[in-house]
């Protein structure tokens, strides 16, 4: 047996996924956050608007993170968390959070917000629910599900003029639902606001209420939409226009009866009187404008007068602009940042592992010189492969590919995007392989929220034509790739989006893929039941390996038949989501390694397909280029030599 060691944590930054701007114990302009970190070192965190200084922070153990921040009229702040589906609340001043409770049987909880009788409601995944927290008589009720048909409440605002609720819901179609708070009536609205043309969203993503309008992000792509919640009709609506929504919510000043602020790289104000928008100042570079959160506040200093527009928004960013004076300032939360939960590992030809992190980051690490680079801002990595001394990389929200040459300096063209395959209803690009002969990248992916229809994209390096086989294997993912003689071997999921009812098909598939015809022209089920096939590896003995859930086997490519089959490997919940399952490499000593999501490292002996398994909690095993093997056990690097 080898030896197992501990490395260290490659990738570290500040991910933050929701906050509330307000005011502290002494009345400082303050953002409330949640810092999100793997291997359970997630905090809450107060920081002060104007200096960006942490004043306090807040173990959360068990918490993965936080979409929902709210600063209630009292002072008190409420923080919904995903991971464990709870609600808590901090008192300014204090050095604890209270536990309210989890909400029914939810994994996340998303916006907040408040109505006039100080209640708090929010909205949550899978249920789609609506949950209400009275803190007088410290009670969460469960208001039941708007719509059987989706699994997210993403968004929700107050009406206070009409005392009523917007709750936005998707995944499978955006709808948009108006709760009467004082009779309890709901009504759903979208399809009768955008008859023509609702089906086309999958989700009302993000909402703001500002001067009796309802500002709406539809999903995707992000177009906006506004409401006028007097009549209830469609006050602005132009996909067109390539006006979005950008941001999470919307900004009013105190005394602008007039102007509503919202947008992503634009900031933009919209007059309700004229129905016109004005650009504030477009900049692409001030990353702040796309923000979680924003509040108009009197910071009481004479170099900021009257009010000032405070926004923050992923990566501890902080936004300030005084619109009298169209003084701009922007600045990093003072954190060193937290463990980043690793979702991809490669080892490439260059020496180095590189590590993409679950929600934000990628780094690499020096096996020669036993040294960590910088963590970069990159969005989550689902696979990296490399190819002709480049790096590809899948990248998460609509399938992007990036491309990095790790010989240049990073830059702001170093990696670039080449593509994304949003228009074909892709999102996780799970699996990568390059063939030199062809020249060609092969992209396996799963589909959007609402799909089960995922793809096998082909990019011509050369050329960069890009052809994409949608639903290649009928309401199944690509998870896993090989390229053997001609053909490209593949492996499914028949799990697709979060927001659908779950999987249709019997079992995930071995498939072969012909380049020249451009078709399929071989599929199987290894096993019914099983999920998920993945971990496709050119074995040491001319077959191909593979892992369909808990059995192993090896496929004869000639007699297209399996030689082995059996069930070796701990088996996943029957209700668990599981795309890309198993990696496997060839160790030195011609033994087979491998790595599942079950969280096993195990070996395998290719002459009596003995399995040993060496290790529990390990995930994304690689082979360097020093012959030995990485994986994660979360947030943390492990080497293991032979």
């Not at 390539?242 to 900031?267: F, N, Q, R, W």
């Not at 062809?438 to 992916?445: A, D, H, M, R």
């Not at 040491?540 to 192993?552: Q, S, T």
Request: net charge negative.
């Amino acid at each position: 047996m080898g030896t197992l060691t501990p490395i260290g944590t490659p990738l570290n930054w500040i991910i933050n996924n929701g906050c509330a701007v307000g005011r502290d114990q002494d009345g400082t302009a303050v953002i409330y956050t949640v810092i999100k970190g793997g291997g359970d070192c997630t905090v809450f965190a107060v920081v002060d608007a104007m200096t960006a200084e942490v004043l306090t922070t807040v173990d959360m153990p068990g918490v993965s993170g936080a979409w929902g921040l709210l600063q209630a009229s009292d002072g008190s702040v409420y923080v919904g968390t995903y991971g464990n589906g709870r609600l808590y609340r901090y008192v300014p001043g204090s050095d604890r959070l209270a536990d309210l409770g989890r909400l029914g049987e939810e994994s996340v909880v998303y916006y907040l917000t408040e109505c006039r009788e100080g209640n708090i409601y929010t909205g949550t995944y899978p249920s789609g629910a609506l949950f209400r927290y009275d803190p007088r008589s410290n009670r969460i009720d469960h208001l039941g599900r708007l719509c059987d048909e989706e699994k997210y409440l993403d968004s929700l605002v107050y009406d206070p003029v009409h005392h009523a609720l917007y709750a936005g819901l998707g995944r499978q179609t955006a709808r948009l639902y108006r709760i009467d708070l004082a009779t309890g009536q709901r009504e759903e609205l979208l399809a009768k606001l955008l008859p023509d043309d609702y089906s086309r969203y999958s989700s009302v993503f993000c909402m703001g209420y500002g001067l009796g309008k309802l500002f709406i992000r539809l999903s995707k792509p992000d177009h906006l939409l506004i409401v006028d919640t007097a009549t209830n009709t469609v006050e602005f609506y132009d996909p067109g226009s390539g006006i979005g929504l950008g941001c999470k919510t919307v900004a009013v000043m105190p005394g602008d009866e007039e102007h509503v602020y919202l947008g992503g790289s634009v900031l933009r104000t919209y007059n309700v009187a004229t129905r016109a928008f004005t650009d504030r100042f477009p900049d692409e570079t001030v990353k702040a404008l796309h923000y979680q959160n924003a509040k108009f506040m009197e910071l009481r200093r004479p170099d900021w007068p009257g009010y000032t527009m405070i926004s923050s928004t992923e990566g501890g960013r902080i936004l300030l602009y005084n619109k009298s004076t169209g003084r701009l300032a922007e600045s990093r939360f003072r954190h060193s940042g937290a463990p980043v939960q690793v979702r991809s590992l490669h080892g490439a030809e260059d020496g180095r592992v590189y590590a993409g992190g679950y929600m934000m980051g990628f780094a690499s690490y020096d096996c020669a010189e036993m040294t960590f680079g910088e963590t970069r801002e990159f969005g989550q990595a689902e696979s990296i492969a490399g190819f002709r001394g480049k790096l590809y990389v899948g990248i998460y929200g609509s399938a992007g590919l990036g491309e990095y040459d790790p010989a240049l300096p990073w830059s702001a063209t170093n990696p670039r995007k080449l593509w994304n395959l949003m228009k074909e209803g892709q999102d996780r690009p799970f699996a990568i392989i390059g063939v030199e002969e062809l020249n060609k990248l092969f992209v396996g992916t799963v589909p959007d929220t609402h799909s089960l229809q995922g793809a096998l994209a082909v990019y011509d390096v050369g050329t960069e034509e890009l052809r994409v086989h949608k639903n290649i294997i009928r309401n199944q993912g690509v998870v896993s790739l090989l390229y053997r003689d001609g053909l490209v071997y593949g492996g499914t999921t028949n799990y697709g989006g979060l927001g659908t009812k779950g999987p249709i098909e019997i079992g995930g598939k071995l498939f072969i893929f012909d380049p020249g015809k451009g078709e399929c022209v071989f599929e199987i089920v290894p096993v019914p039941g099983r999920g998920t096939v993945s971990g496709l590896l050119n074995g040491p003995d001319d077959r191909i390996w593979g892992v369909a859930g808990d059995h192993l086997f090896t496929f004869d490519p000639l007699s297209r038949t399996f030689s082995y089959l059996e069930a070796k490997l701990k088996r996943g919940a029957a209700n668990e989501t599981v795309w890309a399952d198993a990696d496997l490499a060839i160790g030195d000593d011609g033994n087979v390694y491998g790595t599942n999501a079950q969280r096993q490292f195990f070996q395998i002996r290719p002459d009596t397909m003995e399995v040993t398994i060496l290790a529990n909690g390990y995930r994304y095993l690689t082979k360097a280029a020093d012959g030995h093997f990485y994986m994660s056990d979360d947030s943390a690097l492990w080497r293991y030599e032979l």
